[in-house]
Each structure stands twice: as C-alpha cells, then as structure tokens.
C-alpha cells in the first residue's frame, strides 16, 4: 500500500477521507495523489452551445476544483508531508495533486487499477450522492483494495479491526488484500452472523479463519454473534463499536450487486450506516 488514491470532491467528507489515507500513509511511507475529476464538456445535438454558458460551466468546475486542492495542499502542508512526484522515492509519506477529466465514476475507476488503494469519500446526506457510484466503480472496476471513510475524522485506523466473516470468496479476497494493514493491527475480532439473512454462506468457520492468523502471528479471536431479528448488517456494526473498532473489514457484494439494488443486503447496508472506516474489496 505504498500509493493511495484520494478522489476529493469540494464538501466536507474530505477532511475525515484525507486523514484516513495519511494515517495509512504514515504507516507504509506512501505516496499519496488527491485527485479532483471534472465532468466532461456538455455538447447539444441541435446546434452550438452559447460560449457564455461554456463559460460559467468552466468557472463552476475552476471554482470546485480549486477549493478541493487548497483543503488537500492544507493538510499536507500542516501535517509536513511534501510534495513530490511519484517517481521521487521515499519512505516517508509524500503527496502529488491531479485533475482529470470525465465521468468520475470511470475514471476513478480505470486510474485506480495503479494504486496499492483507494480511498473513497463518504459524503454527508446533505452534499454529494454521488459516492456510492464512485465507491461500486473502484471495487468492480479497479481491481484493487478500497476503503471507505467515515462520517468523521478519525483519531485511528487499522489498530482494532473487526473482519465480518461470512465464509465467502470475497472476503477472503479481502483479507489477502488488506494483509498489510492487519499486520499492523493490535487486535483483530473475526465476527461471523448467525440466524440473519445475508449472514453466512457455505464456507470456513470465523474459528478457523482465526486460527490462521494465529499462526500467521497474528492476534487474532473469533466470535460467532446471533442476529436475534436484527440483519447481519446491524448486527455487525453494533459489534463493532461495542469492541471499539477504528476498521471493519468485509468483503463486497456476496450477492450480485443488482439483486443488491433489487432486495437490499448486507453490503449496502453497511456503506450506508458505518461509522468507521471500512476496508471493502470485490
């Protein structure tokens, strides 16, 4: 994880997205690139479009553009962290600023397949929808790790992890990804759901997952929660503050991401109501 990718966009989620990645980054020396993505040019299919109204479209995105780069160069700046291209080596962290354009979701999508992560913005109802899209497109599109911050700035990350353990391929997926983050953990709570739709699937028990970290060195416990009533996801997150949790670990859309958007499930539940970093991947 020596180089994250920050998509940013002008509200607040950026303060609690752009310290998650620098305390990442602090603990891997990483490089860390603030991208800001402008959508594309509008084009009419009936005629010019008047150059006053290109105008104003061009000052809008300068405008958002510009007031996301100074809030990602003031942290970096207040937290020491320079800026130096990503051919420069290091291994403290630095930082770099890139403006794109096109339709966001894409891009952060494809430019994200050259990063060791991807931290996405969670942004407050009130600003932005839009984080849900960027968020599916970095897991089904850029192959890599992806966490998600929380609604506030966190004061750590990645010391109390609580895996959400359903026996499924993509969990497993992403613990071999975020292998580098758990060996730095203090604690790791393995938490399987039972008596909950969207808990468990046909897989290894959360005891034997657990037991492999062991002896990977690791200290890890495993716990199998009832849901009584409750969804897997509730259940899940209401474990996780209980043992104080600064990460959750889970694997992405076991259920196809349309049956998801059709009857809901775990996942999406989950990114909707977390309030702690997440560590996702597909």
């Known amino acids: 994880m020596k180089t994250i990718l920050l998509p940013l966009v002008d509200d607040d989620s950026a303060a609690s997205a752009t310290k998650t990645a620098f305390m990442i980054a602090q603990r891997f020396g990483s490089y860390i690139e603030g991208m ?79 990063f060791g992560l991807i931290v996405i913005c969670r942004t407050p109802p009130e600003a932005s929808p839009d984080w849900m899209g960027a968020c599916e497109a970095a897991l089904f599109y850029g192959g890599r790790p992806v966490i998600v911050s929380s609604g506030r700035v966190p004061e750590t990350v990645g010391e109390t992890v609580v895996v959400a353990w359903n026996g499924s391929t993509e969990t497993a997926r992403t613990l071999a990804l975020g292998w580098p983050i758990l060996r730095g953990a203090r604690s790791i709570h393995v938490l399987s759901v039972s008596g909950a739709s969207g808990g468990m699937v046909a897989g290894p028990s959360g005891e034997e997952v657990a037991a492999h970290l062991v002896r990977d060195g690791l200290n890890a416990t495993a716990r199998t929660v009832p849901a009584k009533g409750r969804s897997a996801a509730t259940t899940l997150l209401a474990e996780a503050r209980a043992l104080g949790a600064d990460l959750l670990v889970k694997g992405a859309f076991t259920r196809s991401r349309l049956q998801q958007m059709i009857f809901g499930g775990t996942t999406r539940q989950i990114l909707a109501e977390a309030d702690l970093p997440l560590l996702i991947a597909h």
Do not use: C, K
Request: hydrophobic content about 35%; charged content about 25%; cysteine-free.
């Open 36 to 114: 800001f993505v402008r959508a594309p040019m509008p084009t009419m299919s009936h005629g010019p479009i008047p150059s006053h109204f290109l105008g104003q479209y061009r000052d809008f995105w300068d405008h958002n553009a510009e007031r996301a780069r100074q809030r990602f160069a003031a942290f970096m700046n207040a937290h020491n962290v320079p800026f130096r291209e990503i051919g420069v080596r290091s291994d403290q962290p630095t930082a770099w600023w890139s403006e794109r354009e096109g339709e966001r979701d894409a891009v952060i999508g494809s430019y994200g397949r050259l």
